[in-house]
């Protein structure tokens, strides 16, 4: 099994090196050959969205919404869409909040988030705007932006 997984995996690397989305998507800490090919297959078409922002919606990482009489709440997560998809974009976001020792603004606000909220939440937090970022560069073609921190710095 673990000779056909490195297979798998070497597989998955060789398509995502001749794919160039897929290439420009692995800019990003966290996501990998089979989270960018996953992500270029789940979308498929980038016109199906008129925003990138109706990408978190679609994949079921925005909070699920009980409206009743004079009741409004907000709960967890719907979990609507593409449940693989989510996986991996939780675990691209993970990556990019524990393990990535780079600074980046998308890094800075999830640490931020969590200490308000809490890792996991923060983590979910994270995936949706990865979501929305790897939407944005596959849309306009560019690279992903780390930002610096002393603009940041400034600018707040």
């Given at each position: 099994?673990?000779?056909e ?11 995502s090196r001749?794919?160039?989305?897929a290439?420009?998507l ?13 992500f270029?297959?789940t ?10 922002k109706a ?6 990482l925005?909070?699920r919404?009980y ?8 709960g ?6 593409d ?15 524990t393990?990535t ?19 996991k ?7 949706r705007k990865l979501a929305?970022?790897m ?14 921190p002393?603009?940041?710095a400034?600018a707040?």
């Amino acid at each position: 099994m673990r000779a056909e997984r490195k297979a798998f995996d070497r597989s998955f690397a060789a398509l995502s090196r001749q794919d160039e989305i897929a290439r420009r998507l692995m800019t990003i800490p966290g996501v990998g050959p089979v989270t960018s090919l996953a992500f270029k297959a789940t979308i498929d078409d980038t016109g199906r969205f008129l925003t990138s922002k109706a990408l978190g919606a679609h994949l079921g990482l925005t909070p699920r919404v009980y409206q009743s009489g004079e009741i409004d709440r907000s709960g967890h997560i719907s979990k609507c869409g593409d449940r693989m998809m989510r996986h991996l974009l939780y675990e691209a976001a993970s990556v990019l909040m524990t393990r990535t020792r780079k600074w980046s603004r998308l890094r800075a606000w999830g640490v931020a988030v969590a200490k308000r909220r809490g890792m996991k939440r923060a983590t979910v937090a994270v995936a949706r705007k990865l979501a929305v970022i790897m939407h944005r560069m596959w849309v306009t073609g560019g690279e992903f932006e780390f930002g610096s921190p002393a603009a940041a710095a400034t600018a707040a």
